[in-house]
Each structure stands twice: as C-alpha cells, then as structure tokens.
C-alpha cells in the first residue's frame, strides 16, 4: 500500500485547508482510514478516521471543523479543515489499518504516508 498526502501549506487563522491522500496497491475498501497529526517534541494524535461502512471519529478539538471522506473511487481519502486554529499546526499524516474496525491509535495502523505541513499564522 503506498499512501501519499497533498494538499498542506499555510494558511491564516480562520482559513481552510484540505488535504488529499491518494492510496494505491492492493488495499481493501473497507479497511480504515485515518488521519493523525504530529507536532515536533510530541506524540502522534489522532486527527479523524473513516471505517469501511462510513462510520467516522474525530478528535473532540477538530469536531464541527474537519471532515474526513473518500472519493467516489475510494482511491482517495480527503480531510477539509476549516476554521483552522494556531494550534492545528503540524505534520498530518494519511494511514491505513488492516481491520474493518477503526481505531483512533496510531500505533494500530501500518501504512503511512510521508506526511503534509500545515502552518496555521495569526
């Protein structure tokens, strides 16, 4: 599976970003989906997954602001960040996990991508 994010920058407070994922090799539709995000000095954190049957999750900090979806081809995971905050800045990573069930654990997902910077600036 090779996962490889698009779509980061920077952008203002208040702004909106979205990042893509395009997801190639043999991977199973149903598996989840996730996007985490990494500050430097500190651990991975779940952002939002998406399960197989559309169920999604999201960081309390994110919820009203992200949405996390898959193109009509399930051959791309998106997340639409608005109303972006100083505190959103980091590294946002795609990852898949080989189960139909999600989990918001980063160390319960085995491919990754190489990650996205957003910088968000007052």
């Known amino acids: 599976v090779q996962l490889v994010e698009s779509g980061g920058g920077s952008v203002q407070t208040g702004g909106s970003v979205r990042l893509s994922c395009s997801i190639s090799?043999?991977?199973?539709?149903?598996?989840?989906m996730g996007w985490f995000r990494q500050v430097l000095g500190k651990e991975r954190e779940g952002v939002a997954t998406?399960?197989?049957?559309?169920?999604?999750r999201y960081r309390d900090s994110v919820k009203g602001r992200f949405t996390i979806s898959k193109g009509i081809a399930k051959t791309t995971l998106y997340l639409q960040m608005n109303n972006l905050i100083s505190e959103d800045t980091a590294i946002y990573y795609c990852?898949?996990?080989?189960?139909?069930?999600?989990?918001?654990?980063?160390?319960?997902?085995?491919?990754w991508g190489q990650g996205a910077p957003v910088t968000v600036s007052s």
């Open positions: 990852a898949s996990r080989p189960r139909f069930q999600c989990s918001f654990d980063a160390k319960d997902f085995t491919d």
């Open positions: 090799g043999y991977i199973d539709t149903r598996y989840c």
């Open positions: 998406l399960g197989g049957d559309g169920s999604t």
